[in-house]
């Protein structure tokens, strides 16, 4: 069974903070990482931040400093925390495992929605 269901998005202000969740199957937590990733319209989809079942976590230029992500394997649930958001973080906002979007070739999750915007 393979299920992403992610929720926490809403609209908020330059600068403010939201905590994004993903409630994912046990079997996509038994895979290497969990990772975030966003697209907004018009744009191509890239990764936000990356956790690794080691540990290691990883973030793209644009959010480092700001985003963390982060896991509670008991609840199989992923985080991502963001602050000092900007309008061009604006975006659907999507979890995943790098290896179920390669052996599914491509599946994914309704996303949630995040507008930053004063």
């Known amino acids: 069974q393979v299920q992403l269901v992610e929720s926490g998005g809403g609209l908020v202000q330059p600068g403010g903070s939201l905590k994004l969740s993903c409630a994912a199957s046990g079997n996509i937590f038994n895979l290497y990482g969990m990772g975030w990733y966003r697209q907004a319209p018009g744009k191509q989809r890239s990764l936000v931040a990356m956790l690794t079942t080691d540990g290691s976590t990883t973030y793209a230029d644009a959010v480092k400093g700001r985003f963390t992500i982060s896991r509670d394997d008991a609840k199989n649930l992923v985080y991502l925390q963001m602050s000092s958001l900007k309008p061009e973080d604006t975006a659907t906002y999507y979890c995943?495992?790098?290896?179920?979007?390669?052996?599914?070739?491509?599946?994914w999750g309704r996303g949630t929605q995040v507008t930053v915007s004063s």
């Open positions: 995943n495992a790098p290896r179920l979007i390669t052996a599914t070739g491509g599946f």
